[in-house]
């Protein structure tokens, strides 16, 4: 069964300390891989994706994910965070062979707190 | 970059009437939209997906009569609630496939059903 897995729903941590949000998927093809960030009341807004290549992947805010297949992980991480990453995160996973109308499938998301 | 907006971003509605929701690819044409619904601390659900100039496809258990979707051009995709009830209050958000399967989300609608 395909699926994704956020095994954290709520993590605090302190500004100016790492984070490492956490995502296993399932899936039976390559799969095309996506973090989301959502800030209270509003849409998401795309961090980064990862489709081939370097399994080291940069996004926007300073966030950065590695893909590992032999784990089905595709981990989000950034050195050093900041209040304004407080936000709920989602990670999603797609197929490249699906057809036009490809549908993600979402994990339930993280909650982040950041301490001051 | 690729902007969707999505209008109004809130509404109070009485029980029993209509609203519609409107989802506008700004800089970009969007053959296919999709709309989700997302509950309170949770992730997203998908409703349907809309593509321009045919029917949507609903997913399992989403009413089509309820929820009309309709995506007359390649940039607009309408979700309009019908008869709607206190339990179709939600926070609904729509998303546009852009470039390179990105997907570009509106910042939603919180509807509420009095």
């Known amino acids: 069964a395909q699926s994704v897995t956020q095994p954290d729903i709520h993590i605090t941590v302190s500004e100016g300390a790492s984070l490492e949000l956490r995502c296993n998927y399932s899936y039976g093809a390559t799969p095309y891989l996506f973090w989301y960030v959502q800030s209270p009341g509003q849409g998401l807004q795309l961090l980064l994706k990862?489709?081939?290549?370097d399994t080291l992947v940069q996004g926007i805010k300073g966030f950065e994910a590695e893909f590992k297949r032999s784990q089905s992980s595709f981990n989000l991480r950034k050195p050093s965070v900041h209040w304004s990453d407080a936000a709920e995160y989602f990670c999603?996973?797609?197929?490249?062979?699906?057809?036009?109308?490809?549908?993600?499938?979402w994990g339930l998301g993280t909650s982040l707190a950041v301490n001051p | 970059g690729a902007v969707v907006s999505q209008h109004p971003s809130w509404v109070i509605c009485k029980s029993g009437t209509s609203v519609k929701i409107e989802c506008r690819s700004l800089d970009f044409q969007a053959t296919t939209m999709f709309w989700y619904r997302q509950f309170p601390k949770q992730s997203l659900m998908l409703m349907a997906t809309s593509n321009e100039g045919s029917k949507a496809t609903y997913e399992q258990g989403v009413e089509k009569d309820k929820f009309l979707i309709n995506h007359a051009s390649l940039t607009l995709s309408t979700l309009t609630v019908t008869s709607a009830h206190p339990e179709d209050s939600s926070f609904y958000i729509c998303?546009?496939?852009?470039?390179?399967?990105?997907?570009?989300f509106g910042n939603g609608t919180r509807l509420t059903v009095t």
């Open positions: 998303s546009a496939r852009g470039y390179v399967m990105s997907l570009h």
């Open positions: 999603a996973v797609g197929g490249g062979n699906a057809g036009n109308n490809r549908k993600l499938i």
């Open positions: 990862y489709f081939s290549g």
